[in-house]
């Protein structure tokens, strides 16, 4: 059979495989994998070339390092800085350490074991997005942590490459250079590349990009990818690892976004073939001949990688339910690992026959993740416990409804009832309850988020509702149920951060606060007169602050999903507030 027929197989089952595992909802990830499968020696046996076909895989992997590297702009690690090297580093560590461990009782040698325990703290990372994305959950509190913890995995296979030679036992390597000359060499290359692309690459995407031709332009980037591949590789470092940096050198470039637009269209199947490759060249006969052992250890890490990921999302202050479906949504294995378990088997830090279990459990991982997303969103409902109850409340509608009464509901209703104005009060904490009515206050036990519970409360009657919950994702549930059950009453509402506040904005929130905002204007202003500033000239100063900070909070809220706007913008408001300020300065009226 020719390449050309070969070719048109492999896009036909593609194709086939894809739109059907797409149907079924299990991502076009495991679609790919079918269709390797179904093209292998398990199946139809359309390539039989076990060199080629490695080929094919070893490009694959190159490619997809370099597409993952040029989505990894240092901007957006900015942003997410908390998320990422914190959530990320957490979910990663505490993995690595329980694989780790259940490797070492298996048997393996601590080398071994590490490079399993981290191979399969690893998520797929297109799996992941697309399962989430399909359940509009990216922009849920666990779907954000989740984005954070595989954008950090993504940046850990980098180091992690470049160290597995380091882990080799003595004399599997082929170069006989002790560790610590690798290690130097790689130090070489990465200031190599780090200058290079300030002196040569830019320069060359400038020059390429004059000739206002596409099909150049991506050869160009192309040409970047393959050479920085190679030159790691000449000095014994993997290409994947020169790929994986050829991408971050370019997404820091100003010519990401055209890059970005060219290699888009081709982005899925790369990745494809990388997944089919993978496909191909497994081995299923280990699953036929054990079938009980090897879904036991594939069921056993997702065990254990859910268990972490849950104890991590508690331990950043998820409610039980984010950290529930934090743990869910990353308990497969990622692509990644394929890589690194090739590796190690090249470094002889790996058997191959563990390296052939090990990938059968990361596929098998991949393709009960799904299942197991869709199972949880079919049982949670109904197994969840039923609805708390909530106080009677036989008083008549009050102008005001104030949800949430911690210390920013407590003082809006002090406020309140200096002016004798009527409200009726919503808390959900009983311990909270109990101390305010110890105090003599009148609160009514009950989850504002609940409709009924809001009907009990007369809300249709209310003319300002309040919003002061403080928990993010309870208090966006409730924006959303007050708009849209009692549209002509007027809701108010506390937000904890710029992010919480676009989402209630969106909403169509009518006014919106963060918290210590006013308290810190009000701290700028005294810390101005502090330093000599005349009270007037103080107050001003803050007045305009706030009035330029609103308008940038709306102009942002527009383009909240683009972080390269969301940045821009940040960076020009920054602009003009200094440009106000020495207006005011300079005006000799002020």
Do not use: C
């Not at 797409?22 to 990830?29: A, E, F, N, P």
């Amino acid at each position: 059979m020719g390449n050309l027929e070969q070719v048109a197989i492999f896009l036909l089952a593609a194709v086939v495989a894809v739109a059907l595992f797409k149907w079924l909802r299990l991502g076009s990830v495991l679609g790919f994998l079918a269709a390797g499968i179904v093209l292998g020696p398990w199946g139809f046996s359309v390539t039989a070339d076990i060199e080629q076909m490695h080929a094919i895989a070893e490009f694959g992997v190159v490619l997809l390092l370099f597409v993952i590297g040029l989505e990894l702009q240092p901007s957006r690690l900015l942003v997410l800085r908390k998320t990422v090297f914190g959530l990320g580093f957490a979910q990663v560590l505490v993995t690595t350490l329980a694989l780790g461990g259940a490797a070492l009782l298996l048997g393996m040698t601590w080398r071994t074991a590490l490079v399993v325990g981290f191979g399969l703290s690893l998520s797929s990372t297109p799996l992941v997005l697309q399962l989430l994305a399909e359940r509009r959950q990216l922009q849920a509190q666990h779907g954000r942590s989740a984005f954070g913890i595989l954008l950090f995995q993504d940046l850990a296979v980098m180091p992690a490459l470049a160290l597995l030679p380091l882990l080799a036992p003595a004399g599997a390597v082929t170069s006989s250079e002790p560790g610590w000359i690798v290690a130097a060499k790689l130090v070489a290359v990465l200031i190599g590349l780090v200058i290079g692309s300030r002196l040569l690459l830019r320069p060359l995407l400038r020059i390429v990009g004059e000739t206002r031709t596409p099909e150049v332009f991506t050869a160009a980037a192309l040409l970047v990818v393959i050479a920085t591949a190679l030159a790691v590789n000449a000095v014994g470092l993997s290409m994947a690892l020169g790929a994986f940096l050829a991408g971050v050198l370019l997404a820091d470039s100003e010519y990401r976004h055209e890059l970005e637009a060219d290699i888009e269209p081709f982005k899925g199947l790369l990745l494809g073939l990388f997944f089919m490759s993978v496909g191909i060249s497994l081995n299923l006969g280990l699953l036929f001949e054990n079938p009980l052992r090897m879904f036991g250890y594939t069921l056993a890490f997702m065990a254990l990688k859910m268990l972490a990921a849950f104890g991590v999302g508690r331990l950043a202050r998820h409610p039980p339910a984010a950290a529930r479906r934090l743990a869910i949504a990353l308990p497969a294995g990622g692509e990644f690992a394929f890589v690194l378990f090739a590796l190690g088997v090249s470094d002889r830090i790996l058997d191959p026959a563990q390296a052939e279990e090990l990938v059968i459990a990361v596929t098998l991982s991949m393709a009960l993740s799904p299942l197991l997303l869709s199972l949880y969103d079919f049982l949670a409902p109904r197994l969840a416990p039923a609805p708390a109850p909530f106080d009677t409340i036989n008083e008549p509608g009050n102008r005001v409804i104030i949800a949430g009464y911690g210390r920013f509901g407590q003082i809006v209703s002090r406020v309140l009832r200096a002016r004798r104005i009527t409200f009726t009060v919503l808390e959900v904490s009983q311990t909270q309850i109990d101390f305010v009515r110890r105090l003599g206050n009148k609160v009514y036990y009950g989850d504002a988020s609940r409709l009924e519970l809001l009907r009990a409360a007369h809300t249709e009657q209310a003319e300002v509702f309040v919003l002061a919950i403080d928990d993010v994702e309870a208090s966006v549930r409730t924006a959303e149920l007050v708009r849209r059950s009692f549209p002509a009453v007027r809701v108010l509402a506390r937000a904890r951060n710029r992010q919480h506040a676009f989402r209630l904005m969106d909403l169509g929130v009518h006014w919106v606060i963060r918290d210590t905002y006013l308290s810190s204007l009000e701290m700028a202003r005294e810390a101005l007169t502090s330093l000599g500033v005349p009270d007037p000239q103080a107050t001003q100063a803050i007045d305009t602050f706030r009035e330029h900070d609103e308008r940038t909070l709306a102009l942002q809220n527009a383009v909240k999903d683009d972080e390269t706007k969301l940045l821009a913008t940040t960076k020009e408001a920054a602009r003009q507030l200094e440009q106000l300020f020495e207006a005011d300065v300079s005006d000799p009226e002020s």
